[in-house]
């Protein structure tokens, strides 16, 4: 099992991509902290499915910078140490520019930012300074397709996944001297509960084709990739922005 005996904090656990994910990590051997925003029962049926033994939850604001640091104390007094961070917990909702307004556009901006790159920006260096003493560890960012190809009418998601990029780049300069790894992993279309209103709906048809293999992509590929991406022994990845999009849009 590759993660036999590793430490890791999966946010955003209770559903989608990240229940994947922290189930993925269990069956490779992993000892999961399922972090969850309000669902407690998602996340407590989460725990309940988990193999092995030693995992838990832990409830946190992401975008409460106090929630984050309280966090990464009660992971790293339950674990004692941690190997892996994957910072998955995200928030979409749409705010249009030509439909909103300037009041309604500000708290999107405010609100999806605090989650989606605030969020992670500050768990990663609560994480990071306590994993440069071992002179090693992993952080995975969760990113999007809508990074680059643009959110029209979700542009602050986007900038926070364009930023999300930028942030997991630049650690991994930092952090390379001291053993850690980080690296992003970038999905398209995911069937998830977020992109349910639109697998679901009338545009589903045409969603599914952006891709030419005619579907969209389960948590659990995702959830491949991210747990690679967190394995031991591939440290030349570094840097690295991983697209799982069913080449729904490539990028040069």
Not at 3 to 18: D, F, K, W, Y
Not at 53 to 67: E, M, S
Not at 198 to 227: F, K, M, W
Request: include cysteine.
């Amino acid at each position: 099992m590759h993660l036999e005996g590793q430490n890791v904090l999966v946010t955003g656990a209770s559903r989608g991509i990240g229940r994947a994910t922290a189930e993925l990590m269990a069956e490779q051997g992993a000892r999961v902290a399922v972090h969850y925003a309000t669902n407690r029962r998602a996340a407590e049926e989460v725990l309940a499915g988990l193999p092995g033994t030693g995992h838990f939850t832990i409830a946190a604001d992401l975008g409460n910078p106090a929630a984050v640091g309280a966090l990464a104390d009660e992971v790293f007094e339950e674990f004692g140490h941690l190997d892996v961070l994957v910072n998955n917990a995200g928030v979409f909702e749409l705010h249009a520019p030509a439909e909103v307004t300037f009041e309604a556009w500000k708290e999107a901006w405010d609100r999806i930012l605090g989650v989606n790159l605030l969020g992670p920006a500050h768990l990663s260096f609560l994480v990071a300074t306590r994993m440069i003493p071992r002179g090693s560890g992993r952080i995975v960012n969760v990113s999007s397709r809508g990074a680059f190809r643009g959110e029209p009418d979700a542009p602050a998601y986007g900038a926070s996944k364009a930023g999300l990029n930028a942030l997991g780049q630049s650690m991994a300069k930092a952090l390379a001297p001291h053993g850690i790894v980080v690296c992003t992993v970038a999905p398209g279309w995911v069937d998830t509960d977020m992109a349910d209103p639109y697998l679901t709906g009338p545009e589903a048809e045409s969603v599914r084709n952006q891709s030419p293999l005619g579907r969209v992509a389960t948590p659990r590929e995702v959830a491949d990739v991210i747990a690679y991406l967190a394995r031991p022994g591939n440290e030349s990845i570094t840097g690295c922005v991983v697209d799982v999009n069913g080449a729904s849009y490539l990028r040069t």
